[in-house]
């Protein structure tokens, strides 16, 4: 069975950094696309980034690009979210998500991942 984990939200004044850590575990392997959501208070869901498991298909939101970098650590079997220049419109939770299936490489702010951690908050303070 297939369980990401995140870590590495917390409370973060405004032009300030966080990393966030997505650990896989049962089928890492098989995981061709991990996916990097958020959803704030009284928001849908929103894509924020995605990379393939070779690293070399990257996907950004508009709103995040140039601030927030995602990376793969294939041997630690975790996914990476570096987000700096911290706004507080970036205040959301958290999720990571999984998938073997590789048509999601083109639609990856579809959210159809199939796995999905179960979020850390992050909140920027102004």
């Known amino acids: 069975q297939v369980q990401l984990v995140e870590s590495g939200g917390g409370l973060v004044q405004a032009g300030g950094s966080l990393r966030l850590s997505c650990e896989v575990s049962?089928?890492?392997?098989?995981?061709?696309?991990m996916g990097w959501f958020r959803q704030a208070p009284g928001k849908e869901r929103e894509f924020v980034a995605s990379?393939?498991?070779?690293?070399?298909?990257?996907n950004y939101a508009d709103s995040v690009k140039g601030r927030f970098t995602v990376s793969t650590d294939n041997a630690k079997k975790t996914v990476y979210l570096q987000m700096n220049v911290l706004k507080p419109e970036d205040t959301a939770i958290y999720f990571c998500?999984?998938?073997?299936?590789?048509?999601?490489?083109?639609?990856?702010?579809?959210?159809?991942?199939?796995?999905w951690g179960q979020g850390t908050q992050v909140t920027v303070s102004s």
């Open positions: 990379i393939s498991r070779s690293g070399d298909r990257i």
């Open positions: 998500a999984a998938d073997s299936r590789v048509f999601l490489f083109n639609y990856p702010s579809t959210g159809a991942f199939r796995y």
């Open positions: 049962g089928g890492a392997v098989s995981m061709n696309i």
